[in-house]
């Protein structure tokens, strides 16, 4: 029998609505609340796939880099999120949405939280979505050209996800460093 999978979210793979944009369902019953000891959010990965437009202090950036949440490894890091089980076909939509991270087994530095009569049960390996050297090359370079930001569609999602795990893990995921690139709105265009 093969063991099941669950994905440790950290960023927009912490909203329902996100993950099941991509799996094709709704993750919920199969979905935890948890933490993971060994690593930290960082706003450190750049996307592949994503360019925008968008103004900052009266400069127009055309084609810019997409910036997301990633993870940093780190002995004194932690970071709050959600597991959710998925299937083989399930997982390899997620490893397409996530084609510039590299999945990581963390199922022993992961801690379900027991909450709402929930008995913390997975079943399975647990892993993590960990942007890829390339992914943080690419941030860092469009960051030090001033050509980088994060969406502000998709740091409102992050934190209205985090909000509705309850007043601890919002301010759990506030703690994150803050971006070291703009908050704006872009107007995206997919490279493919």
Same mark, same amino acid.
């Given at each position: 029998?093969?063991?099941?999978?669950?994905?440790?979210?950290?960023?927009?793979?912490?909203?329902?609505?996100?993950?099941?944009?991509?799996?094709?369902?709704?993750?919920?019953?199969?979905?935890?609340?948890?933490?993971?000891?060994?690593?930290?959010?960082?706003?450190?990965?750049?996307?592949?796939?994503?360019?925008?437009?968008?103004?900052?202090?009266?400069?127009?950036?055309?084609?810019? #880099?997409?910036?997301?949440?990633?993870?940093?490894?780190?002995?004194?890091?932690?970071?709050?999120?959600?597991?959710? *089980?998925?299937?083989?076909?399930? #997982?390899?939509? #997620?490893?397409?949405?996530?084609?510039?991270?590299?999945?990581?087994?963390?199922?022993?530095?992961?801690?379900?939280?027991?909450?709402?009569?929930?008995?913390?049960?997975?079943?399975?390996?647990?892993?993590?979505?960990?942007?890829?050297?390339?992914?943080?090359?690419?941030?860092?370079?469009?960051?030090?050209?001033?050509?980088?930001?994060?969406?502000?569609?998709?740091?409102?999602?992050?934190?209205?996800?985090?909000?509705?795990?309850?007043?601890?893990?919002?301010?759990?995921?506030? *703690?994150?460093?803050?971006?070291?690139?703009?908050?704006?709105?872009?107007?995206?265009?997919?490279?493919?």
């Amino acid at each position: 029998m093969t063991r099941a999978t669950w994905i440790f979210g950290y960023g927009s793979l912490a909203s329902p609505a996100s993950i099941a944009s991509t799996i094709g369902r709704e993750p919920r019953p199969a979905m935890r609340v948890a933490h993971v000891e060994g690593f930290g959010r960082r706003w450190n990965y750049g996307s592949k796939v994503l360019r925008g437009d968008w103004t900052h202090d009266g400069i127009d950036v055309v084609g810019g #880099l997409v910036v997301s949440l990633g993870v940093q490894a780190g002995p004194d890091e932690s970071c709050n999120g959600v597991v959710f *089980r998925v299937d083989a076909d399930e #997982l390899a939509r #997620l490893d397409w949405r996530e084609r510039d991270y590299a999945r990581v087994d963390v199922t022993e530095a992961v801690t379900i939280d027991e909450r709402d009569g929930d008995d913390g049960v997975v079943d399975g390996a647990i892993e993590i979505y960990v942007p890829r050297p390339s992914a943080i090359d690419r941030y860092e370079r469009a960051r030090d050209e001033r050509r980088a930001a994060v969406r502000s569609e998709y740091w409102q999602l992050v934190r209205e996800s985090f909000a509705a795990l309850g007043d601890s893990h919002a301010e759990w995921y506030d *703690r994150t460093l803050a971006p070291d690139v703009p908050i704006v709105d872009v107007a995206l265009h997919p490279l493919g």
